[in-house]
Each structure stands twice: as C-alpha cells, then as structure tokens.
C-alpha cells in the first residue's frame, strides 16, 4: 500500500512535520492507528454518525458566531445557519436528506440542537460573554495557527471564536454526546490534548494568558437536548508539560515513521483497540498481514487528513 503521505503538506521526507490535534492524540492512542489513518491515509468507506453530526453541528455554530461577527443580526445569523445545515445534511447523489443511521443523532434533531443553542447561549449581553475583539480590531473568530513547537515541528489548528468574560479569554467548544452530562463528563476534559492545545495556542497567538476553554456540551436524545457549559482551566505550568509531552510523543512517531519499510513496523497499542466504541482500523488489524491488502481494498477509502490544508 502506498503511503499517501508523499501527497501532503505536512510532511517532509516521510516524516511528519506539521501536526495538530488530530494527528498527535491517534499517534499517541495507537502507533499502527496513525500509520493507517495518517503516514497511509485511509478510513472506512461507512463514516461514523457521531462524527458526521458533530462535524455539521461544528460547522453551523462557527458560520453563526462568523455572521454575527460580520454584522448579521441574530435572527439573519439564525437563518442563514439552518438554511446551510439543511443543504449540507441533504444528499446530493441521491436526491434526499443524508441518512444518519442512528436514532437520536437525525437531521431534525441536528437542526433542533442548532437552533436551541443559538438561543441558550448564541446572544451576547453587556456583563455577559462577548467576542474578543484583535488589536486590529477584527472578532478573534475564525483564527487558524501554525505555530512553531520546535525548530523542526509546527503545531497546527483552528480557533472557532476566543471569547472574553469579564477580563479573562477563553477559547470556545461545542461537543455532543448521546450520554449523560455532568461531572464525569466533563472531566475527560483535564488533561485532554485538544483542549491543553487550544489554551496553548490561544496564548501564543494572542500573545496573552487564555484562562482557558469554554466547553458547551449538548446531550442529544430522541425527544430532547441538554445543554450544559463546562470551563477547563490551564496554568502556566500545565501548558509547559502538555508542550513537553507533545515534543515527546511526536518525535518517537516521527523515529517510527522514518525507519519503518512496511506498515506492520508501526506497533500496536492492544489496549486501545476498543476505546470509544471500537477503533476503526480493528477488524483490519485483527486479520492475518498477508490479507490485510485485500480487505483495505474492499473496505477503506482513501482519507487525505493534512493539518496544512486550509479548513
């Protein structure tokens, strides 16, 4: 199998060196889940339902705080964003709305929960939580990075909105899940790399502190969706050991990747294989090496992840 990785930007001689959130969590998670998903760039040809709602919810909640940032009203910012979700959730090959597969996470609900959080939280009050204004005095909405972690790797990423409360920045989240909220919940989020990232960059693009990041969960059920607003908390200290950790994990990836010949010397992380709901790569990875060729074949599209690309 050829590595797509000759294709992208992100990657020089073989080895990676430009990574983001995405890449460094799979590469620490498993090192032959990287290889796969990464340095080969495959994935399966049936995408998750979570990924496929959570991308959509994502996308609708950056475009609303981007219109309102531009001067659109609240309403005209409301809009828009539903009449977008509904022409991004349709299916333009078959002529219908994008099957979901899942009785909780449909587009209905999708457009249910869009609409319930621009009302819950989408205004902003004076004493309230408002959009931080750059010294050029554009909303900090929208910010992508590529920032220098060594001299020889760039950390990468995206920003949907920085936000101020009171005197203090944060960096803003959506999440869904179909789980419970609430305590347990939340504490996936410290330590969590997403989140030490978004804290980190946040401070060296704003050449500020970031008090840290605003996570607003939404709880998708058939009937109904919850939201509560969680803030994960970044000290100086934690941002230097989650930077030093990073350094750590990326450079044992880049030795594999740059010594390895075929993708059976990436090792696996046996213990990882049914995190999440099962990994994506473990029917693969549980067929004989001299099979697996024929089933990626079958089974898997090629997937072209590269932190460079622009979103």
């Known amino acids: 199998m050829q590595r797509l990785s000759t294709k992208k930007r992100s990657f020089e001689e073989g080895v990676q060196f430009a990574w983001d959130g995405t890449s460094l969590e799979i590469a620490q998670t498993c090192l032959r889940k990287y290889a796969y998903s990464i340095v080969y760039g495959i994935k399966p040809k049936e995408e998750s339902v979570h990924l496929l709602f959570g991308g959509l ?34 299916d333009r090959d078959e002529g219908c709305p994008t099957t979901f597969n899942d009785s909780a996470k449909t587009r209905p609900n999708l457009i249910r929960t869009i609409v319930w959080y621009i009302e819950e939280f989408g205004r902003e009050n004076e004493g309230a939580m408002s959009t ?20 020889d790797i760039i950390y990468c990423g995206h920003l949907d909105r920085v936000s101020l409360l009171g005197d203090d920045k944060y960096v803003m989240d959506q999440k869904t899940t179909g789980g419970a909220l609430g305590s347990y919940f939340a504490s996936q989020f410290s330590p ?22 605003i996570i607003d969960a939404a709880q998708i059920a058939v009937n109904f969706t919850r939201f509560e607003r969680y803030v994960t908390y970044r000290s100086k200290a934690q941002l230097e050991e989650w930077r030093n950790s990073t350094i750590f994990s990326i450079s044992v990836a880049r030795q594999v990747t740059a010594s390895a010949e075929s993708i059976e010397d990436f090792p696996m992380n046996l213990s990882a294989c049914g995190n999440y709901g099962g990994c994506p790569f473990r029917l693969l ?5 001299g099979v697996r060729a024929n089933f990626i074949k079958s089974d898997y599209i090629e997937h072209n992840w590269d932190p460079l690309e622009e979103r």
């Open 132 to 151: 931080y204004h750059l010294q050029n005095g554009k909303p900090a909405v929208e910010l992508s990075f590529a920032l220098e972690l060594t001299d």
């Open 192 to 213: 969590n790399n997403q989140m030490s990232g978004y804290s980190w960059a946040g401070h060296m693009l704003l050449n500020s502190p970031i008090k840290g990041v």
């Open 285 to 289: 990875c549980s067929r004989d090496p």
């Open 57 to 90: 919810y994502a996308s609708a909640l950056e475009l609303f705080y981007k219109l309102r940032a531009e001067g659109s009203s609240h309403e005209e910012a409301l809009h828009k964003v539903v009449k977008e979700t509904m022409i991004n959730s349709w």
